[in-house]
T-cell receptor, first 115, second 111 residues
Framework: ETGVTQSPTHLIKTRGQQVTLRCSSQ?????VSWYQQALGQGPQFIFQ???????GRGNFPPRFSGLQFPNYSSELNVNALELDDSALYLC??????????????FGPGTRLTVT | EDKVVQSPLSLVVHEGDTVTLNCSYE??????LLWYKQEKKAPTFLFML????IEKKSGRLSSILDKKELSSILNITATQTGDSAIYLC???????????FGAGTILRVKS
């Protein structure tokens, strides 16, 4: 049991719509990272939030945005959904240590289907 | 660009067999390599290997980091059907906060 929770478990949206996914980090962790995992591929880094600020971003367009709240929970927002956004969205919680290795623990994911 | 390649892509073994999964990487200023097991959705953390910790072991699973060859192996001895999963390898560099993942190895253990 990692302690990282995500909601919803799955959802279906229509192309052009907007979606918000939520993540609660593990107790004691201050950092949340979001990943997109397409079928048959490894997870791809979207961005990371640390102390409510974006702390690194992958190769995703600006329509992917996020927030982190004072309790370290986080949201991922995707605007103008495209069919290719269909994927498993994973949230990872960690205790960020600048310049030092740290482990990331994943939540169960949200399966997004765009039709 | 940081890159991780895992091999084989998939394999099928019988219970009791020993398997070795491979991970090779190219990363700017290596910081750590992590192994995860993914059964349905959530990747479950297995090991983190760093320059100061190049070998890890937990029960039937063990992993070694070869910094000279830029690679790592994950060994599973006396495999069980419960070991059937996708095994993911990821690396982190000192220049960023992301994990770069390989495509994974699909392991199926037959009874």
């Amino acid at each position: 049991e990692t302690g990282v929770t995500q909601s919803p478990t799955h959802l279906i949206k229509t192309r052009g719509q907007q979606v918000t996914l939520r993540c609660s980090s593990q107790s004691g962790h201050n950092t949340v990272s979001w990943y997109q995992q397409a079928l048959g591929q490894g997870p791809q880094f979207i961005f990371q939030y640390y102390r409510e600020e974006e702390n690194g971003r992958g190769n995703f367009p600006p329509r992917f945005s996020g927030l982190q709240f004072p309790n370290y929970s986080s949201e991922l927002n995707v605007n103008a959904l495209e069919l290719d956004d269909s994927a498993l969205y994973l949230c990872a919680s960690s205790s960020y240590l600048a310049g030092r290795p740290y482990e990331q623990y994943f939540g169960p994911g949200t399966r997004l289907t765009v039709t | 660009e940081d890159k991780v390649v895992q091999s084989p892509l998939s394999l099928v073994v019988h219970e009791g067999d020993t398997v070795t999964l491979n991970c090779s990487y190219e990363v700017t200023n290596f910081r750590s390599l992590l192994w995860y097991k993914q059964e349905k959705k959530a990747p479950t953390f297995l090991f983190m290997l760093t320059s100061s910790g190049i070998e890890k072991k937990s029960g039937r699973l063990s992993s070694i980091l070869d910094k000279k060859e830029l690679s790592s192996i994950l060994n599973i001895t006396a495999t069980q059907t419960g070991d059937s999963a996708i095994y993911l390898c990821a690396v982190a560099s000192s220049y960023g906060n992301k994990l770069v993942f390989g495509a994974g190895t699909i392991l199926r253990v037959k009874s």
